[in-house]
């Protein structure tokens, strides 16, 4: 599988966690993608430790969305734009492997697949200014 595939499979399991009382989704990877192959054991093992970093940092990665979304409230962005820019926050501020501009790029294409026609231009509005 492609980093983009296994990056929206994290989507997917992030867009989840608000329905989840905030816990961390258990991954089906059967039912979780569209690929026409299920995951290696050492993909499986990249999207469960990206969920996990996410999960467990939601507070700051919120704090940091909040902060550059200049006065949008977490809790009025919309579920899908929130699980991308939650996944590229992560990605930008607590995953040294990925560079920052793969990050923005990444989420202004699942933004693009998965979100409103405005979803692409508030994601990169939010992240350009971690990324600067």
Partial sequence: MTRHELREIVFKKVFQLPFNDGSLPEVDYEDSFEAEAEPTEEEKAYIDAKVSGITENLAAIDETIEKHSKSWKISRIGKTELAILR???YEISFDVD????VALNEAIELA???GTDKAPAFINGVLSGLVI
């Fill in 112 to 114: 693009k697949q998965y």
């Fill in 87 to 89: 996944v590229a926050v």
């Fill in 98 to 101: 990925v560079p920052d501009k």
